[in-house]
């Protein structure tokens, strides 16, 4: 089957590029041929608020300098071209979607055997400025008809309810037109079912779907034996995590 995956835009985030990568190999060994919808979104925001942005990342550098730290964002550019050259390399995509009416003429005209909205934050308002969209609002008046619309390992993000009323009430009667839907935390199963009177599956995210041979083989490219150590990438680090780290990891030390 052609599967059409819909998830946030592939920029610099590690987790996003990474389940993005991960989900479109899992369905290639399963048969399938996937592509990646790639989504951007509009950067029209008022001129105020850009300014108010740069004067930001100014304050925040000037304080992280007299803290003898560094920025994420000064070393930016560094990070983004070699995370665009694995996505070039690694992930198959449309070509670039930065408009909701784009999105909507790609499955208008494009066969599609099944669309996977997921993984990452794609039910979360704060990032997804079209969030109906990853509901499919823009499948109800397209001529082609999609035989297959499943979410996988979607997420809310927190275990809050962020919803407006009326995205809760749009999006309710959006998520009932899926055939399938799954989640990757067990209180995304919840909000579902409390939320939109619909039963969620449980399942992992498709970055741990990958054999780690897979994952040897694709990042570990001559670096056998040059390891000092294994890079840790802890987002929210608490205590329990720590021990986790620390149980299973230090015999690398």
Not at 67 to 90: A, C, M, P, V, W
Not at 134 to 146: N, R, V
Request: aromatic share 10%; proline share 4%; charged share 30%.
């Amino acid at each position: 089957m052609k599967v059409a995956i819909l998830t946030q835009p592939l920029s610099t985030n590690y987790g996003g590029i990474l389940q993005a990568w991960a989900l479109q190999k899992v369905l290639q060994e399963m048969g399938h041929e996937p592509i990646t919808v790639d989504r951007h979104y509009s950067t029209n925001g008022s001129l105020l608020r850009r300014r108010a942005s740069r004067v930001k990342r100014s304050l925040q550098s000037m304080i992280y300098k007299l803290g003898g730290r560094t920025l994420y964002s000064e070393h930016l550019k560094y990070i983004r071209r070699h995370q665009t050259k694995f996505i070039d390399s690694n992930i198959v995509r449309t070509q670039p979607v930065r408009e909701e009416k784009f999105l909507h003429d790609f499955f208008s005209t494009t066969a599609i055997d099944a669309l996977i909205v997921g993984s990452d934050q794609v039910w979360r308002p704060r990032y997804s400025p079209k969030l109906e969209n990853y509901y499919l609002d823009f499948l109800e008046d397209s001529p082609q008809k999609i035989p297959v619309k499943i979410s996988y390992a979607a997420s809310f993000g927190v275990d809050e309810w962020e919803y407006s009323e009326r995205q809760e009430v749009r999006c309710k009667e959006l998520i009932k037109k899926f055939e399938g839907i799954s989640v990757r935390e067990l209180s995304a199963v919840e909000l579902c079912r409390d939320k939109f009177n619909v039963e969620a599956s449980l399942v992992l995210d498709p970055a741990l779907l990958v054999d780690r041979s897979d994952y040897v083989s694709e990042f570990c490219k001559g670096a056998e034996g040059k390891s000092k150590g294994v890079l840790t990438y802890i987002l929210d680090p608490t205590d329990f995590k720590d021990h986790i780290v620390d149980r299973n990891f230090q015999h690398f030390r």
